[in-house]
Nanobody, 122 residues
Framework: QVQLVESGGGLVQAGGSLRLSCAAS????????MGWFRQAPGKERDFVAR????????YYADSVKGRFTISRDNARKTMYLQMNSLKPEDTAVYYC???????????????WGQGTQVTVSS
C-alpha cells in the first residue's frame, strides 16, 4: 500500500508555471505506475499524464502535451508535474495516483492523494 500527498498548487497568472509534487510513503513506490489527473468544478476527473514505474515511459493528454512534464525520483519516493504556459482552462484540483497498469482511466489507479488546487487567472 502507498499513501500519496500532493503539494505545490496555488494561484498563477496565465502563461506562468507551477511544479506539483506528489510524495509517497510505503516501500513499493518504485513498483507503481504513477499518474496525474485533474478535476474542474462540475466536471469529471480527467487524465493529465502518467509515468511508468522506472520513469522511462511517459504519456500525456493532448491538452497538456508540450506544456507539462511528468517525472519521478524513486529514491525520494516523489513524482512531479512541471506545468508551463498555464492557461485558465488548466484550473482544477490536481490529483496524483498510483496503479499497476499504463492506463489513463481513473479505474486503472488504486491509490489517490487528496488533491491540490491550481488556479490560473486570465
Amino acid at each position: 500500500q502507498v499513501q500519496l500527498v500532493e503539494s505545490g498548487g496555488g494561484l498563477v497568472q496565465a502563461g506562468g508555471s507551477l511544479r506539483l509534487s506528489c510524495a509517497a510513503s510505503g516501500r513499493t513506490f518504485s513498483s507503481y505506475t504513477m499518474g496525474w489527473f485533474r478535476q474542474a468544478p462540475g466536471k469529471e476527473r480527467d487524465f493529465v499524464a502518467r509515468i511508468s514505474s522506472g520513469g522511462g515511459s511517459t504519456y500525456y493528454a493532448d491538452s497538456v502535451k508540450g506544456r507539462f512534464t511528468i517525472s519521478r525520483d524513486n529514491a525520494r519516493k516523489t513524482m512531479y508535474l512541471q506545468m508551463n504556459s498555464l492557461k485558465p482552462e488548466d484550473t482544477a484540483v490536481y490529483y496524483c495516483a498510483a496503479g499497476s497498469s499504463i492506463g489513463t482511466m481513473t479505474y486503472d489507479y488504486w491509490y489517490w492523494g487528496q488533491g491540490t488546487q491550481v488556479t490560473v487567472s486570465s
